[in-house]
């Protein structure tokens, strides 16, 4: 599989934007020209046209297809990223003198934690901080009488995610941004899910909201209009005017999942990928993975050189081998292979390759 | 021009998202497939990648550029569109226990004001609302004392503008949502300038932010992350995700405009279609404005027949010559003719020519 039309492949291993579908490409660079026979580009079509209204509720269909989202949850294309989810989520969930609990997996957590003590009193429930986020805590105790348990489902800068569902009495409250559909999930044990779109979804600019509507309007709190899921959820994501383009890549990514077997086929093509790359990791003795293996991200492996003096000629022959994005982020160190849906297996054997190439070199 | 690749050409009237240059199109389509060069789709690249930060710190420079902005103002990138900005702004400026006034120009102008409202002390210092918004309010008194006053440059549904910048003490706060880039400006006039990128500037989706850095940090209130001036300065629009896509053909639309002669260019020809469509609604029999003469908008012309019982006829007349989305808004109802920048000379000369052609009809 090409990621591009160019002749020169490149292996693209970016945290995020990252990698998606080149036949998601080569349609979306088509609607740029013309959408559908309208002898009009998308990007010039008013989003209350009829053309972008089907196009929305598709996408919003597919979501629900895809994640088996149930009856009594709406699905908005929203902007701001997780970002202002951080705020908002808290914002339209947390009552007046009520509490909230927040599991603390790294960055992301941390920052979904500032955005909410702004509004309330929020409890950290479990941290791994103090193994710099190398694990996934587990047999923490949730308290009683939480208004919601949040937690981080996949950790993009320490490289773990969750492989279970906390349990809570409370409503429960994701942010599945780095690792939504990338494997079936249970809709149902959550209340609230968002995630930006720009990892497994689509491009930068929309963020995906999944929330229960039952749940809503209960803080007793006067939210502004747009950061209040009601309003949006009347507006059916067109209260303001939604970003088109990128909710259109996205039904494109989500119709391209679909024909290929859905959550269920990417989440045995995911496994195949880690497998690939965590074995080669654990039988190279130059290098080392550097989160818990039971709790290791299938989206993003997160490794180290043994012996950093081996940084430059490592880099070199990815380079040669055309692997881009796989520096680490600074708060690790090392690399970090991010392997989003769209990535190849191929891509994943090219790093290997590149890998055992360095250790008989070194040998 | 033909503003599609395809043989029949749209005359594209939509009120927004509309009409982009279409070179604009053609080079925004090709970065889909690959972006310069790099064997990457623009949709799969991180926006810390170099091409990324540079195109965007390119952008700036060409809104810089373009309106003169002076120094110690930021330009920003954002999401949320112009509905979050109504909050976002009075949020930044509006002091603890002070005040902001608001000229009442139509459904923008009360959006603002109501977001506001949730704020703090909102006056409304003029309106043209009993006159169902048909022109803008002038001689108006602006009270000492306010923390800002805020204005709406042009008005989409009820085709009036501001053609003159009013005067205050206070700070100065314009959405510019739909006639920015039509025109020269004086940016040091104001402290905060705030657009929806969907009319003159690019594709829905991104919001540019244009604030004097000397007025934030004042209002001694507590601002979440995303919804702070200052971080996303000091983030350089990178402190979340961008809307990479969005940001990329607004760039393109703004060296559109550079090459063609920036603002003083599209000020005469913006000025050479309004006089054509007017000048027309204004000699034939069948048609009326709807806005006051000095007041009309250049942007977004509104206009009704005097008998309504040939609104089909002139549709099916419209819909001959392949013109698209003149349709009036519900709160003016007749027609609105959009005119953004992009729109061809020719396509108002169509237009024109089928309002002709009603009228021999029915002479």
Redesign the interface.
């Known amino acids: 599989m090409s990621?591009?039309?160019?002749t020169?492949?490149?292996h693209?291993y970016?945290?995020?934007?990252?990698?998606?579908p080149n036949e998601v490409?080569?349609q979306?660079?088509?609607a740029?020209?013309?959408y559908e026979g309208?002898?009009?580009?998308i990007?010039?079509?008013?989003?209350r046209?009829k053309e972008i209204v089907a196009m929305t509720e598709n996408a919003v269909a597919l979501v629900k297809e895809t994640l088996g989202v149930p009856e009594g949850y709406s699905v908005l294309f929203l902007?701001?990223?997780?970002?202002?989810q951080?705020?908002m989520s808290a914002l339209n969930l947390l009552k007046v003198g009520g509490k909230a609990g927040y599991i603390d997996t790294g960055t992301w957590s941390n920052?979904a934690i500032?955005?909410a003590k702004?509004i309330g009193d929020v409890q950290v429930i479990a941290s791994s901080e103090h193994k710099n986020y190398n694990y996934i805590p587990k047999g923490y105790a949730v308290p009683a009488g939480l208004d919601f348990l949040h937690y981080t489902t996949n950790n993009t800068i320490f490289g773990t995610e969750f492989f279970h569902t906390p349990k809570t009495d409370s409503l429960l409250v994701a942010d599945m941004s780095s690792d939504i559909f990338s494997r079936p999930i249970n809709v149902a044990d959550h209340d609230l899910i968002y995630a930006?779109a720009?990892k497994n979804l689509?491009?930068?600019?929309?963020t995906l909201v999944i929330v229960k509507d039952s749940v809503l309007g209960k803080t007793n709190r006067?939210i502004?209009?747009?950061?209040d899921y009601q309003v949006h959820i009347k507006g059916e994501s067109m209260?303001?005017?939604?970003?088109?383009?990128?909710i259109y890549?996205s039904m494109l990514t989500l119709e391209w999942l679909k024909k290929n077997g859905g959550v269920a086929w990417i989440d045995k093509r995911n496994q195949q990928k880690a497998d690939l790359l965590y074995g080669e990791i654990d039988r190279n003795p130059l290098f080392a993975g550097t989160a818990e293996i039971e709790d290791r991200s299938r989206m993003n492996a997160t490794f180290v050189l043994n012996d950093e003096s081996q940084t430059d000629e490592f880099n070199a022959m990815l380079r040669s081998a055309?692997i881009?994005?796989l520096k680490g982020h600074r708060s690790v160190g090392g690399f970090r292979a991010s392997m989003y849906n769209a990535l190849p297996v191929e891509s994943v054997q090219v790093l290997v390759d590149v890998m055992k190439e360095l250790e008989r070199t070194k040998g």
Chains 1, 2 share one sequence.
Do not use: W
Not at 79 to 84: K, N, T, V, Y
């Open positions: 990621n591009t039309p160019t020169t492949k490149v693209n970016s945290a995020g934007p990252c990698i998606l490409f080569q979306a660079s088509k740029v020209l013309e309208t002898g009009l580009s990007l010039e079509m008013s989003h046209s902007q701001g990223g997780a970002s202002l951080f705020y920052k500032k955005e702004r930006g720009q689509g491009p930068a600019g929309v006067d502004p209009s747009m950061l209260f303001n005017t939604p970003p088109v383009y990128a890549v055309r881009s994005g």
